[in-house]
C-alpha cells in the first residue's frame, strides 16, 4: 500500500447553503474512507483571505494577505494500492464545479490526525516551488528540504513532502463529466511540494517563524490555520 494526498482545491466559494450542503456531502465522504481503513489524515483549512504568503527577495521578506488564486480547501492523505486507486477514491469526493482535485504520492513524512485535539491554534505551512520545468522543481524541492531538514522545533507538530507532479493526476470537472489528467501541470505558476504544521499562539507568529527560514528566498509558503483549531 502507498499513501497519497487528496488535495481539494477550490475553483470559487460556495454560498452558505450549499457549503453546508457540500460539508455533509464531504463529511460522509471521508467517514467511508475511515470505514474502509483507507484514511490517515484530513484536515480542512480556514480560508484563503485569512492566510498569508511569505517569500523573500534578497534580503526583503514579503508578506501578501489572502486571497490566493488556487487555494488548498482541504486535504486527505490516504491509503491506497497504486495511483488509480487513489485516484478512484478521489473521485467520490463531492465538488463544484471549477474545483479542482490534485492526487499525489506522498514521498516522506508524518500524519498527527489528532493535531487538532489539544488547545491552541494550528497553522499549515504550504511549500510551494516556482521552476521553468520539473526537473528544475525537483531540484528546488530538494534544497528546501535540505535546508528545513533541522529547523524543527517544539512546535513542530508534523509534516509531509510530496513526489513530483509528473506522478500525479489532476481531477476536474468539463461539461458535467469528472476528467482526469496526467501530471505535470505546466499551467500552474507555483506546485505545492509539501506541508507541514506547527502549533502557534498567531498567525503573526506563523509568519515571523517561517521568515527566518532559508529557503524562503527560493520558494513560498502559503499560511493557513487548520479550521478545527
Given at each position: 500500500?502507498?499513501?497519497?494526498?487528496?488535495?481539494?482545491?477550490?475553483?470559487?466559494?460556495?454560498?452558505?447553503?450549499?457549503?453546508?450542503?457540500?460539508?455533509?456531502?464531504?463529511?460522509?465522504?471521508?467517514?467511508?474512507?475511515?470505514?474502509?481503513?483507507?484514511?490517515?489524515?484530513?484536515?480542512?483549512?480556514?480560508?484563503?483571505?485569512?492566510?498569508?504568503?511569505?517569500?523573500?527577495?534578497?534580503?526583503?521578506?514579503?508578506?501578501?494577505?489572502?486571497?490566493?488564486?488556487?487555494?488548498?480547501?482541504?486535504?486527505?492523505?490516504?491509503?491506497?494500492?497504486?495511483?488509480?486507486?487513489?485516484?478512484a477514491?478521489?473521485?467520490?469526493?463531492?465538488?463544484?464545479?471549477?474545483?479542482?482535485?490534485?492526487?499525489?504520492?506522498?514521498?516522506?513524512?508524518?500524519?498527527?490526525?489528532?493535531?487538532?485535539?489539544?488547545?491552541?491554534?494550528?497553522?499549515?505551512?504550504?511549500?510551494?516551488g516556482n521552476?521553468?520545468?520539473?526537473?528544475?522543481?525537483?531540484?528546488?524541492?530538494?534544497?528546501?528540504?535540505?535546508?528545513?531538514?533541522?529547523?524543527?522545533?517544539?512546535?513542530?507538530?508534523?509534516?509531509?513532502?510530496?513526489?513530483?507532479?509528473?506522478?500525479?493526476?489532476?481531477?476536474?470537472?468539463?461539461?458535467?463529466?469528472?476528467?482526469?489528467?496526467d501530471?505535470?501541470?505546466?499551467?500552474?505558476k507555483?506546485?505545492i511540494?509539501?506541508l507541514?504544521?506547527?502549533?502557534?499562539?498567531?498567525?503573526?507568529?506563523?509568519?515571523?517563524?517561517?521568515?527566518?527560514?532559508?529557503?524562503?528566498?527560493?520558494?513560498?509558503?502559503?499560511?493557513?490555520?487548520?479550521?478545527?483549531?
Amino acid at each position: 500500500m502507498t499513501e497519497y494526498l487528496i488535495a481539494l482545491i477550490e475553483g470559487v466559494t460556495p454560498a452558505a447553503d450549499e457549503q453546508a450542503r457540500l460539508m455533509d456531502a464531504r463529511a460522509a465522504w471521508t467517514a467511508q474512507l475511515e470505514k474502509e481503513g483507507a484514511l490517515r489524515d484530513t484536515e480542512r483549512l480556514r480560508d484563503s483571505h485569512e492566510g498569508r504568503r511569505v517569500h523573500r527577495v534578497g534580503n526583503t521578506v514579503h508578506v501578501e494577505q489572502g486571497p490566493f488564486t488556487e487555494p488548498l480547501a482541504s486535504y486527505w492523505a490516504v491509503s491506497a494500492e497504486d495511483l488509480e486507486a487513489a485516484v478512484a477514491l478521489a473521485k467520490r469526493l463531492p465538488v463544484l464545479p471549477g474545483d479542482t482535485v490534485e492526487v499525489r504520492p506522498i514521498m516522506k513524512g508524518s500524519h498527527d490526525p489528532k493535531k487538532t485535539d489539544k488547545t491552541g491554534k494550528v497553522f499549515a505551512f504550504e511549500v510551494l516551488g516556482n521552476a521553468p520545468n520539473e526537473e528544475a522543481w525537483i531540484r528546488l524541492m530538494n534544497r528546501i528540504d535540505a535546508e528545513t531538514d533541522n529547523h524543527a522545533t517544539r512546535d513542530f507538530i508534523s509534516g509531509l513532502r510530496l513526489e513530483a507532479p509528473r506522478t500525479g493526476r489532476r481531477l476536474v470537472t468539463q461539461q458535467g463529466r469528472t476528467v482526469v489528467l496526467d501530471g505535470p501541470f505546466p499551467e500552474s505558476k507555483e506546485v505545492i511540494g509539501g506541508l507541514f504544521f506547527m502549533r502557534l499562539p498567531s498567525l503573526e507568529d506563523a509568519v515571523a517563524w517561517v521568515s527566518t527560514l532559508a529557503y524562503v528566498g527560493i520558494g513560498a509558503t502559503e499560511i493557513r490555520e487548520v479550521w478545527r483549531s
